[in-house]
């Protein structure tokens, strides 16, 4: 039988790199993720943001770049599964692509850019 682990995790949390920077820091209920939680890179830009609910990835996320220039956004939903609007972004700031998610696969209309903005292909993806 296994014993349940009276040391779980409660409150505010903060994990540092070798150098003594945040890696991220969030806050654990119960020893699981919960609310706001932001991760750092080396360089102690802001690497990711976003929410836990139960220790799930939940809502709107936002992944940066090094040099601080947004690289994706999306939400997770209940499952920890990509649904609604992502957009990828190049490393110049101009958008990549975009599209719908239900349930963790693409659907409908999928939009991919070329280096300078502009619509390069479009793509279609049925529901699951």
């Known amino acids: 039988m296994k014993s349940a682990n009276i040391n779980l995790l409660n409150g505010m949390y903060v994990e540092h790199f070798k150098n003594g920077s945040v890696s991220c820091e969030g806050e654990f209920v119960n020893g699981e993720k919960s609310g706001e939680w932001k991760y750092y890179l080396v360089n102690g830009n802001l690497k990711a943001i976003g929410r836990f609910e139960h220790g799930k990835m939940i809502g709107d996320w936002k992944w940066y770049r090094e040099n601080g220039e947004l690289m994706q956004t999306g939400s997770f939903d209940a499952d920890e599964q990509k649904t609604g609007k992502w957009t990828r972004y190049q490393e110049n700031g ?10 963790g696969k693409k659907v409908g209309e999928w939009h991919v850019y070329d280096k ?7 793509s279609k993806h049925k529901a699951p």
């Open 94 to 103: 101009k958008k990549y692509d975009e599209g719908e998610f239900v349930a």
């Open 116 to 122: 300078t903005g502009k619509l390069a292909k479009t």
